[in-house]
């Protein structure tokens, strides 16, 4: 069983920077990509950034050039750097793992860009 335990997240205002960690413990396969997804009320859960064990990473257009993903794979923990924050950057953000069909999610943080 693979458990993650998310923290950074928080309110901010516009314009402002969080950076959300995700830890990861467990029976963990040495090659897993390791990403962060967000979901508003009402919508989809959708992929913010995802970074490979090999440090390739994959971004959403929202978000290019303004978050960076990355990892310590020797504490197996993702980080995702989030700045120039907009309001709709607001959203429950989850840490997923994954590695072929065996995925894993946790439980969520709350970000929350407002003035």
């Known amino acids: 069983q693979v458990q993650l335990v998310e923290s950074g997240g928080g309110l901010v205002q516009p314009g402002g920077s969080l950076r959300l960690s995700c830890a990861a413990s467990g029976s963990i396969f040495m090659l897993y990509v390791h990403g962060w997804y967000r979901q508003t009320p009402g919508n989809q859960r959708e992929m913010v950034a995802e970074i490979t064990s090999g440090g390739n990473t994959n971004y959403a257009d929202s978000v290019k050039d303004r978050f960076t993903i990355s990892r310590d794979n020797a504490k197996n923990t993702a980080y995702l750097q989030m700045n120039s924050l907009k309001p709709e950057d607001t959203a429950v953000y989850y840490c997923?793992?994954?590695?072929?069909?065996?995925?894993?999610w946790g439980q969520g943080t709350q970000v929350t860009v407002s003035s």
């Open positions: 997923k793992l994954y590695w072929g069909s065996r995925s894993y």
